[in-house]
């Protein structure tokens, strides 16, 4: 016996006239998985009064898209077909398939079964046909109601550890093999099979199936928060994990996993951010620019304190001082990061000059313009420095009162001190008097 499609063993409308029953199958919702064909009986068949459970020789069996057909005769799986179309029932061909879209899984589903039929017959037997949805069947909610172990790794602050992850959202499944969920799960069924028989037991298994595929999920370096983003590798990794209850005993595989959301409990939230925080103070740059923070905004709140500025200034002082060598060393590093900016301007050398075209040069002459160092101006100090003001910009010293400025008369040799000659000249010997002013 076999299917033999109706385009190919008819010839011409002459098809009709040999189909003794029509078997088929109404649009299956999204809650039936399984539902057993129906038969309807023309007023041309010879058969009228036939048993439901018997097909005669040349009746016709229809097949839509998103369906799976399969004729179960004594109780065994003898004929499948999962492509659309028309078909007529032979008992003297061979047991056929017709795969469709479900390809080799089927075809090594049937082969597995190892039987074939070689009687032919109408009566003295028991034959059904079934109808299987192998449309994907769609929101299948979920959620962990307690939290699932999650592989962190973070190597910017070294962490590597378990913690707990919460998520939500929905995955879809369809059926890849329609022979092992007929053997495995819902054979010889009366009337139909419904979704809701199994989305329990499917639930509680996916659930189950988190904690590994979410350690394999951390091993390919996905972190906890970027899962929503990651349905293909979550799909996936499903699949890889639910491989040996779901698809080679129920012929169930997974079509799309995603996730709303994935969170972790506060103080797990609370604690990487407070690593993260703590490493990145372990950069020199950000310690510093930390701990001048921190100093401007105690100033303020110093500044605004509401017992007076002075009682705020003290307690700052205070907290410095138990603060010890801990304050010492934050005050170090930001002295550090200070001297070794590299955006801090390189000091001038002392006897330099800026020149009129803008350039600053150090020797007697601009190395851009050439323009000669102008002359300085002002009044010499004891340590060499030349000042306008009153004071000395080098050692602080006051600028001497006006006072006649002296050289020696005879030989022309001027003091150091031009406002306080020696009472002698140290080259000739001559007396400092009122003939050797300037």
């Not at 928060?225 to 979550?234: K, Q």
């Not at 990487?272 to 620019?289: F, P, V």
Request: negative net charge; aromatic residues 8%; contains cysteine.
């Amino acid at each position: 016996m076999g299917l033999i499609k109706a385009g190919i063993g008819a010839l011409g409308s002459t098809l009709a006239d040999q189909w003794k029953e029509f078997f088929y199958c109404d649009s299956l919702d999204k809650e039936t998985i399984m539902v057993k064909g129906q038969k309807r009986i023309s007023s041309r068949s010879s058969n009228t009064k036939g048993s439901d459970n018997i097909i005669s020789n040349g009746s016709g069996i229809a097949v839509a898209d998103g369906q799976c057909m399969i004729i179960v005769e004594q109780g065994k799986i003898v004929e499948v077909c999962a492509e659309p179309g028309e078909f007529t029932y032979d008992s003297s061909s061979e047991p056929s398939i017709f795969s469709g879209k479900l390809g080799d899984s089927i075809k090594a589903s049937f082969a597995t079964l190892g039987r074939r039929f070689t009687y032919g017959g109408d009566t003295g037997k028991d034959q059904r046909v079934y109808y299987f949805n192998t449309k994907e069947l769609l929101d299948n909610k979920f959620g962990t109601q307690n939290p699932v172990p999650f592989r962190v790794v973070d190597n910017n602050i070294g962490l590597d550890m378990d913690l707990g992850v919460r998520c939500n959202g929905t995955y879809s499944y369809k059926l890849a093999d329609p022979i092992l969920f007929y053997t495995n799960v819902c054979a010889n069924v009366s009337d139909r099979y419904m979704r809701n028989e199994i989305d329990g037991q499917l639930k509680s298994e996916f659930l189950s199936a988190l904690q590994p595929a979410f350690s394999k999920i951390s091993e390919l370096g996905i972190r906890y928060s970027a899962l929503p983003g990651h349905t293909e590798d979550m799909c996936r990794v499903m699949n890889d994990v639910l491989t040996s209850k779901w698809k080679e005993i129920r012929g169930i595989e997974i079509v799309s996993v995603a996730i709303n959301s994935a969170t972790l409990s506060k103080e797990n939230e609370d604690m990487i951010a407070d690593l993260q925080r703590k490493a990145a103070y372990s950069s020199q740059k950000l310690s510093s620019g930390a701990y001048v923070e921190s100093i401007t905004q105690a100033t303020k709140d110093a500044a605004n304190n509401a017992g007076g500025s002075m009682l705020g200034f003290m307690g700052m002082n205070m907290a410095q001082t138990v603060g010890g060598n801990s304050a010492q060393g934050i005050m170090n590093v930001a002295q550090n990061y200070q001297q070794n900016s590299q955006h801090a301007p390189e000091a001038a050398p002392a006897d330099s000059w800026k020149c009129a075209c803008g350039n600053v040069a150090s020797g007697k002459f601009c190395p851009e313009c050439g323009a000669k160092k102008p002359e300085a101006t002002g009044w010499t100090c004891s340590c060499g420095a030349v000042n306008k003001g009153k004071f000395c910009s080098e050692c602080g010293a006051k600028k001497p009162d006006d006072a006649p400025l002296y050289r020696c008369d005879k030989c022309g040799w001027e003091p150091e001190d031009p406002h306080h000659p020696p009472k002698f000249c140290p080259e000739c010997g001559d007396i400092f008097d009122d003939n050797d002013k300037k």
